[in-house]
């Protein structure tokens, strides 16, 4: 076989629903020398990294940590520490990644009922307490902001419902987490994940994760193993904190070093701000679609800022639009899932992708091609 040449990507923009757009500096981090993932220089990373992962979640849970595998890892991490078979689970479903919840916690042995609402709108508060009423779960999960709809979740209604029952509050902020509020302690969240190549901006393939007392709790209190010998925290967790620092798995040292430099970023521009520019370009792409005549799939209220989910205008092809903002512009956005399948872009303003230069790129290539 002859040696293939380098490769070079193409310089894309990314305003899909993730990876987004990644800072040079969290480039240049990822290109440091190795080191062991049990050099002292290392747990000191990791050390850092949960600082910074417990100041962004807004949290000051002990177990506060990042699973060496992508968001999904983070859903299966959290649903399988939690239940057992037999277990009772709630699961809300608005799009996507809650059918993913579901399918995972089946996986698990659990009994699910599902609280559903149709897709590109919120689940109803209502509709939790009937489930709540009706059944007796360990758990309900919802998913904070819905990439394959664009909807943003309210959560601190339910969130009080679910602690009345006497369950815990499991949340998906995969693409929420560093674009959106999320307070996970004020709002009374045990469980939540999330990833890095959304709105934090890193490179794929992490999933920050934190549980609080109560969720350590029912994990302590097991009587059966977790049925994931990789995932299972009451090992994991001696390798994040505590005295012994266990080898369980060997680190993703240059994902680490990237996440260390992506949170350091964020905590240097501070939530806030954070949160302000994601609403601001998200106005100005608004703005600028309704301009060339574009809707939105999900009422205003309930719309993500990061991820923009409009309705593909009647005569226009998904695919041929979508294929020449690749070739042609470099842009990347991405197409709907489902039932929006060829009916709805998803346009993604997520860390830093959010970006006026962005917004007025993609429109602007838009405007020429349509
Ligand atoms: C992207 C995403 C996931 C899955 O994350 P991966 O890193 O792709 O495994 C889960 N939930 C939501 C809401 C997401 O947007």
């Known amino acids: 076989m002859s040696t293939l040449s380098e490769f070079h990507p193409s310089n894309r923009i990314l305003m899909g629903p993730g990876p987004s757009d990644v800072h040079p500096r969290v480039l240049k981090a990822m290109a440091t020398p190795l080191i062991g993932h049990l050099d002292p220089e290392f747990l000191k990373i990791m050390d850092d990294i949960k600082v910074m992962a417990q100041a962004t979640f807004q949290t000051s849970n002990e177990l506060t940590f990042v699973v060496s595998a992508p968001g999904s890892a983070g859903m299966e991490t959290v649903l399988v520490n939690l239940l057992e078979p037999g277990d009772e689970a709630v699961i809300c479903i608005h799009g996507v990644f809650g059918g993913r919840m579901k399918d995972i916690a089946e996986r698990c042995g659990a009994k699910v009922t599902t609280v559903e609402s149709p897709w590109g709108q919120p689940i109803d508060a209502q509709q939790v307490k009937i489930a709540l009423e009706n059944n007796a779960p360990k758990l309900v999960a919802i998913v904070h902001a819905e990439t394959s709809t664009g ?13 009345d029952a006497g369950a815990l509050m499991v949340v998906d902020a995969v693409t929420s987490y ?18 890095t190549q959304k709105c934090l901006s890193a490179p794929p393939g992490l999933s920050p994760v934190s549980l609080s007392e109560k969720a350590v709790q029912v994990l302590e209190d097991r009587s059966t193993k977790v049925q994931s010998w990789f995932l299972d925290l009451t090992m994991v967790k001696n390798y994040w904190s505590g005295a012994k620092r266990a080898y369980h798995h060997t680190a993703p040292v240059s994902a680490m070093y990237a996440l260390r430099e992506a949170y350091r970023l964020v905590l240097e521009e501070g939530l ?3 949160f302000k520019r994601h609403q601001e ?13 574009f809707e939105f799939l999900v009422d205003e209220p309930f719309r993500l800022p990061m991820l923009n989910a409009v309705k593909i205008p009647e005569g226009i092809d998904d695919n041929t639009v979508r294929h020449r903002l690749l070739s042609e512009y470099n842009i990347e956005i991405g197409g709907g899932l489902g039932a929006f399948a060829g009916k709805v872009w998803r346009i993604g303003l997520m860390g830093e992708s959010s970006d006026a230069n962005h917004v007025n790129m993609l429109t602007s290539a838009l405007q020429s091609i349509l």
């Open 151 to 163: 909807v943003l979740q309210p959560l601190e209604e339910i969130s009080q419902m679910v602690h």
């Open 281 to 293: 370009n998200h106005l100005l792409l608004r703005s600028q679609l309704e301009n060339l005549g």
């Open 178 to 195: 560093c674009g959106a509020p999320l307070k996970v302690d004020e709002w009374g969240i045990d469980a939540i994940y999330s990833g």
């Open 272 to 274: 806030e701000n954070r």
